[in-house]
């Protein structure tokens, strides 16, 4: 009697199961998260992604005024890509100590198409950027394309040139030699902040 009460009792708990895991909310990590980079692991990128930048400028002035573009990526290879993600980036290049990073200092949005609206990346660090929506794959010739667009404030230190960066980077699981691996391509555009 107590093995059909055990019995009974975990039946209706499987039964719940797929109720309680399709009542939980999406987990907002990156499913590569975990993995190690592939060139970490000795792989040379096979350049899977095209990426393509339409509508930034080579200069920006420092201010309110928002700067929009398009930003394509497609997956040139033969073969469907997994745990694909989609992370779009404002930022500099830092080479010499003292310089500074310009993503602080700068606003990044996407637009939600299904929402009609800007929808803004900021990191936990203050840095513009972060996860957009992206399909989980990307079958061979297809592609994502997102529009941007960014700022940057006018209390950016123009006490040095800034080598400006924004786009998209999309990141996807391959393997190599045995190991599970992260590769990623990027789409971006350079540009130069001046004061007005």
């Known amino acids: 009697m107590k093995l059909r009460r055990a019995l009974s009792a975990s039946a209706a708990t499987i ?11 999406a987990v ?11 060139s970490d692991v000795g792989k040379q990128s096979d350049n899977f992604l095209e990426g393509r930048v339409f509508g930034i400028p080579k ?17 040139s290879s033969k073969k469907e ?23 602080p200092y700068g606003d990044l949005q996407y637009r939600d198409t299904a929402q009609h609206a800007w929808k803004t990346l900021r ?4 840095d513009a950027g972060g996860t957009v929506p992206a399909p989980k794959t990307l079958k061979p010739r297809e592609s994502v394309h997102l529009q941007l667009r960014f700022r940057v404030s006018k209390d950016l230190p ?3 040139n800034y080598d400006a960066y924004t786009g998209l980077t999309g990141s ?4 190599y030699n045995g190991t599970d691996c992260t590769d990623s391509s990027s789409a971006t555009g ?6 007005s």
């Open 123 to 126: 990191r936990a660090d203050g």
């Open 15 to 25: 039964a719940l199961l797929p109720a309680v895991t399709a009542a939980a909310p």
């Open 28 to 38: 907002a990590a990156t499913p590569t998260a975990d993995l190690p980079k592939c």
């Open 59 to 75: 200069s920006i002035t420092l201010g309110t005024d928002w700067t929009t573009y398009t930003a394509t990526l497609t997956n």
């Open 158 to 160: 123009m006490d040095h």
């Open 81 to 103: 890509l997994t745990s694909f993600t989609l992370t779009a980036e404002l930022g500099s290049h830092v080479y010499n100590p003292g310089e500074k990073d310009l993503s």
């Open 172 to 175: 996807f699981a391959d393997r």
């Open 190 to 195: 350079a540009f130069y902040p001046r004061e």
